[in-house]
């Protein structure tokens, strides 16, 4: 049965059959907004490479925070820039950290928004690695421990979510064993399963202060030229205990999405990162896109591909658009 008595086009004449028959629709609940904390007083510090995202003092964070809430916005994702940084990356796991402060910080006043806490060496380290080095090899086995360290750091702190993003083989079994035993068996993991080692963290780690200082993350983050590697890695994650799991970044990785989507039935994110952010901006500025539009479209594409989450330093912007259209 064809043409002429198949139509397709019969479903897209008006908006209001659109609407019946549309199959994936973006929601404010799908959005975690990524949130980087520094040390100081009255500090919103512009990040030149992510037009619209700062450096916030824990002063400031608070009402960004209540923004977000007002937004409907039900999670954010908090990164730390520490004061100093040092070779073991202690900043990462101190008590007084600056990611520890603003949890605190944060669910004193407004303990309904969900805090993930990222949970990486990277931003801590004076050579900007995600574990201990040594002779310039990124130590797997050293590294879980203090990331461990970390993750509780942030449990005992009242993160709602701890998110591992290292990339070390075992790092989600060795987290969620000190959880357990530290009495937070209802804090769940949600584990950067599919981490590529991409171009496109470069404004990130602007924003962080956390690039290599040698380098580069290729020992320890997946070949952007696999795929299958991808459920091998999600596997792993799953059976170690992950809650969720995400495949970063999104935009040049929808099959991947898709592929685990297929092959796994956990909540899946997917984080929308910073170069994917960057270069709308950018064109958008250049007057050479419609910035809303194409928002749109692309976050709306990692939902038909299979995202339940989407990480986004957009999220703001479209939460805001989304009330307007309703
Ligand atoms: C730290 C981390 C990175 C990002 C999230 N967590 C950077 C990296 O691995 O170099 C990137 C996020 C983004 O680009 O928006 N491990
Ligand atoms: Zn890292």
């Given at each position: 049965m064809?043409?002429?008595?198949?139509?397709?086009?019969?479903?897209r004449?008006?908006?209001?059959?659109r609407?019946?028959?549309?199959?994936?629709?973006?929601?404010v609940?799908?959005l975690v907004?990524?949130?980087?904390?520094?040390?100081?007083?009255?500090?919103?510090?512009?990040?030149?490479?992510m037009p619209?995202?700062?450096?916030?003092?824990?002063?400031?964070l608070?009402?960004?925070?209540?923004?977000?809430?007002e937004?409907?916005i039900p999670?954010?994702?908090?990164f730390?820039i520490?004061?100093?940084?040092?070779?073991?990356?202690?900043?990462?796991?101190d008590?007084?950290?600056?990611?520890?402060q603003?949890?605190?910080?944060?669910?004193?006043?407004?303990?309904e928004?969900i805090?993930?806490?990222?949970?990486?060496?990277?931003?801590?380290?004076?050579?900007?690695?995600?574990?201990i080095?040594?002779?310039?090899?990124?130590l797997?086995?050293?590294s879980l421990?203090?990331?461990?360290?970390?993750a509780?750091?942030?449990?005992?702190?009242?993160a709602d979510?701890?998110?591992?993003?290292d990339m070390?083989?075992?790092?989600?079994?060795?987290?969620?064993?000190?959880?357990?035993r530290?009495?937070?068996?209802?804090?769940?993991?949600m584990?950067?399963?599919?981490?590529?080692?991409?171009?496109?963290?470069?404004p990130?780690r602007e924003?962080?202060?956390?690039?290599p200082?040698?380098?580069?993350r290729r020992?320890?983050?997946?070949?952007?030229?696999?795929?299958?590697?991808?459920?091998?890695?999600?596997?792993l994650?799953?059976?170690?205990?992950?809650?969720i799991?995400?495949?970063?970044?999104?935009?040049?990785?929808?099959?991947?999405?898709?592929?685990i989507?297929?092959?796994?039935n956990?909540?899946?994110?997917?984080?929308?990162?910073?170069?994917?952010?960057?270069?709308?901006?950018?064109?958008?500025?250049?007057?050479w896109?419609?910035e809303?539009a194409?928002v749109?479209?692309?976050?709306?594409?990692?939902?038909?591909?299979?995202?339940?989450?989407?990480?986004?330093?957009?999220?703001?912007?479209?939460?805001?658009?989304?009330?307007?259209?309703?």
């Open positions: 064809q043409f002429p008595r198949i139509r397709l086009r019969r479903l004449y008006k908006e209001n059959i609407r019946l028959v549309r199959e994936n629709r973006l929601s609940d799908d907004y990524p949130l980087f904390v520094t040390y100081g007083n009255n500090i919103k510090k512009p990040i030149t490479s619209g995202v700062y450096n916030f003092s824990l002063d400031l608070l009402a960004e925070i209540s923004q977000i809430i937004l409907k999670a954010v994702l908090l730390g520490p004061e100093k940084k040092d070779s073991v990356g202690s900043g990462a796991y008590e007084e950290g600056i990611v520890q603003a949890v605190r910080a944060i669910k004193a006043k407004y303990p928004i805090v993930i806490t990222d949970v990486c060496l990277c931003e801590y380290t004076d050579h900007g690695h995600c574990g080095i040594e002779e310039n090899e990124i797997n086995d050293q421990q203090l990331l461990a360290k970390t509780l750091s942030h449990a005992r702190a009242g979510i701890i998110a591992p993003s070390m083989d075992g790092s989600v079994a060795v987290i969620r064993d000190k959880l357990d530290q009495g937070f068996q209802n804090i769940p993991i584990a950067y399963s599919v981490k590529y080692a991409s171009s496109y963290y470069g990130f924003a962080a202060g956390s690039a200082k040698f380098g580069d020992s320890y983050q997946m070949d952007f030229a696999n795929g299958l590697e991808a459920i091998r890695e999600t596997a994650d799953v059976d170690e205990g992950a809650d799991i995400m495949v970063k970044p999104a935009l040049a990785y929808m099959d991947v999405i898709r592929m989507k297929e092959n796994f956990s909540p899946l994110a997917v984080y929308n990162v910073s170069g994917e952010y960057s270069m709308v901006k950018a064109a958008a500025k250049m007057g896109i419609d809303r194409v749109m479209e692309t976050l709306t594409g990692f939902k038909r591909a299979g995202a339940d989450i989407i990480i986004t330093y957009h999220a703001k912007d479209v939460a805001g658009w989304i009330r307007e259209d309703c």
